[in-house]
T-cell receptor, first 112, second 110 residues
Framework: SQTIHQWPATLVQPVGSPLSLECTVE??????LYWYRQAAGRGLQLLFY??????ISSEVPQNLSASRPQDRQFILSSKKLLLSDSGFYLC???????????FGNGTRLTVT | RKEVEQDPGPFNVPEGATVAFNCTYS??????FFWYRQDCRKEPKLLMS???SGNEDGRFTAQLNRASQYISLLIRDSKLSDSATYLC???????????FGTGTKLQVIP
């Protein structure tokens, strides 16, 4: 069966520090991969999605970037965090277009 | 107009009640629709996909109305454990992009 791993679960980082969140999927090949962010009390904001290695679609221009160095690995990065980057970051995968998304446990990021 | 819109609630209903949520979407080319459940401080979990003919899973029924561009979720015989936020999700813009509504909070009261 397919599983998705996302780490760390919680993170506290100072403003201006870099960020790297990693997500890996097991048990499937060539998944669609997604990064969402959920600010406190808000909905899910799509940040990036990828349909293959090296292919990234960005939905919101900001100081975040994403990379997909391997088929089942998706990384979210920032060179300098802002206070507004605080939130609940969720990685998700789907097996093909029109199939449902399945989420990792999320990373709760607090920028201080 | 937002791509996907939901009434944020909260919906406070007594145990055993029937409650319905609607979700409207703006992209008429959208092909797939889903309902998710999200508990406090947890990741969303797939509740059910929504098919054109409508579908049912136990106490939960999902419907799609393409003409009016909305999907609905009906929960019958509400349980305390149904208390959560319910998110609708719609694909569009090339089918890989999946947009979520802001969620509707349900509180089932004893």
């Amino acid at each position: 069966s397919q599983t998705i791993h996302q780490w760390p679960a919680t993170l506290v980082q100072p403003v201006g520090s870099p960020l790297s969140l990693e997500c890996t999927v097991e048990g499937t090949s060539n998944p669609n991969l997604y990064w969402y962010r959920q600010a406190a009390g808000r909905g899910l904001q799509l940040l990036f999605y990828s349909v293959g290695i090296g292919q990234i679609s960005s939905e919101v221009p900001q100081n975040l970037s994403a990379s997909r160095p391997q088929d089942r690995q998706f990384i979210l990065s920032s060179k300098k965090l802002l206070l507004s980057d605080s939130g609940f970051y969720l990685c998700a995968w789907s097996s093909y277009s029109n199939s449902p998304l399945h989420f990792g446990n999320g990373t709760r990021l607090t920028v201080t | 107009r937002k791509e996907v819109e939901q009434d944020p609630g909260p919906f406070n209903v007594p145990e055993g009640a029937t409650v319905a949520f609607n979700c409207t979407y703006s992209n008429s080319a959208s092909q797939s629709f889903f309902w998710y459940r999200q508990d406090c401080r947890k990741e969303p979990k797939l509740l059910m996909s929504v098919y054109s003919s409508g579908n049912e899973d136990g106490r939960f029924t999902a419907q799609l109305n393409r003409a009016s561009q909305y999907i609905s979720l009906l929960i019958r015989d509400s349980k305390l454990s149904d208390s959560a936020t319910y998110l609708c999700a719609v694909n569009g813009g090339g089918y890989q992009k999946v947009t979520f509504g802001t969620g509707t909070k349900l509180q089932v009261i004893p």
